[in-house]
């Protein structure tokens, strides 16, 4: 055994597709046009693979916040928050956030991925436990392996299954930390988070929701699906992320625990990670500030949901999940999804590849991300490459 032995189920797996032609986890997008729209192999490419839900990328607020600055505090921090990398829009984002989910303070993290590995490796540790729904994101994942908890998942989205695991744990339920996510990024299904929360109102427990493609989505406001089901009180911590709604990267945890402060001294990926960049962190306050003054973005990114949806169920497809901003299309076969995605892409329009191990019950998915910024004549264009396929 070599030490790149490792890697030889990999190297049969992209064989595989370099037989057949098809590499769609190297696809560059050669120009960008706009929100919506690209050049990927010369073609005129509408954009349905970007989870730019808001389509705040381009917004010219932010593009200006972000530019100055870029010219009045430089290109990058070179350094941790704990060392010479915290400035005053670090804080003040944070406190920005907290507020918009009315907790009373908020981390920021360098990346969304770090936001839960950051939380999760330093909240639970050797003697916790950790109670995850099954199809939680890698980064939760992740936290649990690298804090070293006892980690149990339960069904996915199934309250009776937590409330079954969480009777057998006894008098260790009450310090447990439940995970859950608001939209699950896979099927764009949602969290049964009413079930949740009374679960874990009668056996106790800690509940840590992942808002990261639910934010600026859900709610009167925009904070997620525990704002549209009035349960903002009940999560102990909220994790976000900025490179969804808020057109950035970046990642965040609110919560009204005291304690959260702490977790600062405690997290290695936020000790040892150099901060977002100035540029970053203004661009991400001004997409937050334009979130909240533009319920229209959520109307109309529904709206562009529910056409795409119909759409494609109409023309007898199977979908993951009543409509939402993830609109995932189920496909037989790994190959014929491989297929299927090249020729989607030939017709210009892009969306994801979703294979097994990463995909829910081993299934292959053709995922879109609808946006904000689509067109009702771009939604239809996708519809019709879809229509294409159906009857070819």
Not at 295 to 321: F, M
Request: aromatic residues 6%; hydrophobic residues 40%; contains cysteine.
């Amino acid at each position: 055994m070599g030490l790149f032995s490792k890697f030889d189920g990999l190297a049969s797996s992209r064989l595989e597709l370099d037989a057949l032609g098809i590499n769609p986890f190297d696809v560059k997008i050669d120009k960008i046009i706009s929100p919506t729209e690209g050049i990927i192999e010369g073609r005129h490419t509408i954009l349905a693979g970007t989870n730019n839900y808001l389509g705040l990328t381009f917004h010219p607020d932010s593009i200006a916040a972000a530019r100055t600055a870029l010219e009045h505090e430089g290109t990058g921090t070179t350094g941790s928050r704990m060392a010479n990398g915290s400035y005053s829009g670090h804080r003040l984002l944070e406190l920005e956030l907290a507020a918009f989910h009315n907790k009373r303070d908020a981390i920021v993290f360098s990346t969304g991925y770090q936001a839960n590995l950051g939380m999760l490796s330093a909240l639970a540790g050797p003697d916790d436990v950790v109670l995850l729904d099954a199809d939680c994101h890698a980064s939760i994942y992740d936290g649990c392996r690298m804090g070293g908890a006892e980690t149990i998942r339960f069904r996915h989205n199934n309250a009776e299954d937590l409330a079954k695991r969480l009777r057998r744990l006894g008098d260790r339920a009450t310090n447990t930390l439940i995970v859950v996510e608001g939209i699950y990024s896979m099927l764009g299904d949602r969290a049964p988070l009413k079930e949740i929360v009374d679960v874990k109102r009668e056996y106790g427990g800690y509940l840590m929701v992942d808002e990261a493609h639910s934010m600026g989505v859900l709610g009167e406001r925009g904070c997620g699906l525990l704002e549209e089901l009035g349960l903002l009180a009940d999560a102990d911590f909220i994790v976000g992320t900025f490179s969804k709604s808020l057109g950035g990267a970046g990642g965040y945890c609110v919560s009204d625990h005291p304690e959260l402060n702490l977790i600062r001294y405690a997290s290695r990926p936020y000790i040892f990670t150099a901060s977002p960049a100035p540029a970053m962190i203004a661009s991400t306050r001004q997409s937050l500030r334009t979130l909240e003054k533009s319920p229209h973005l959520r109307q109309r990114l529904h709206d562009n949901a529910v056409q795409l949806h119909t759409g494609l169920s109409n023309l007898g497809y199977t979908l993951g999940a009543p409509p939402s901003p993830v609109v995932a299309v189920v496909v037989e076969g790994k190959v014929e999804a491989l297929q299927f995605w090249q020729k989607l892409l030939h017709l210009g329009v892009y969306v994801n590849l979703m294979l097994p191990p990463a995909t829910p019950n081993g299934v292959s998915l053709i995922r879109c991300s609808v946006s904000a910024a689509h067109t009702p004549t771009q939604i239809d264009a996708v519809i019709a490459a879809f229509a294409k396929l159906r009857h070819a």
